[in-house]
């Protein structure tokens, strides 16, 4: 799917309670944090309601979006975006994934440097 389309997709499915989903399980990990990252434009700090809404703004205003691959589940297709976390904040780090006629929220949290996991 291209880009274009995947954002159309996504900007739809994640406009409804119904198509949006961010549970944790281990065969579809996610990093799901928003309660913890300032809205860039006001401060607050976001709701999940809030998080779905400000990804529908983005999805609707182009923000630059890449597909990545995905290592859990292996062959998955995810979609980044990163935009501005606001004055004196990191980035936020926002994937999603169409999975089964829903997206799910893969990750919503500030872009951080990953740690080191060898041993």
């Not at 291209?2 to 949006?20: F, G, I, K, N, V």
Request: net charge neutral; hydrophobic share 35%; glycine share 8%.
């Amino acid at each position: 799917m291209d880009l274009a389309s995947a954002r159309q997709l996504l900007c739809r499915l994640a406009s409804s309670r119904r198509t949006r989903r961010n549970e944790f399980s281990a065969s579809l990990p996610c990093e799901w944090r928003p309660l913890q990252c300032n809205h860039p434009e006001h401060g607050m700090f976001f709701t999940d309601a809030g998080a779905w809404d400000f990804i529908c703004e983005l999805l609707d205003a182009n923000e630059p979006m890449v597909e990545v691959a995905l290592d859990v589940p292996a062959g998955g297709t995810g979609y980044v975006m990163k935009p501005s976390g606001g004055p004196g904040k990191p980035k936020l780090y926002v994937k999603l994934q169409i999975h089964q006629n829903a997206v799910l929220g893969r990750s919503f949290h500030y872009d951080e440097p990953q740690p080191d996991r060898r041993p």
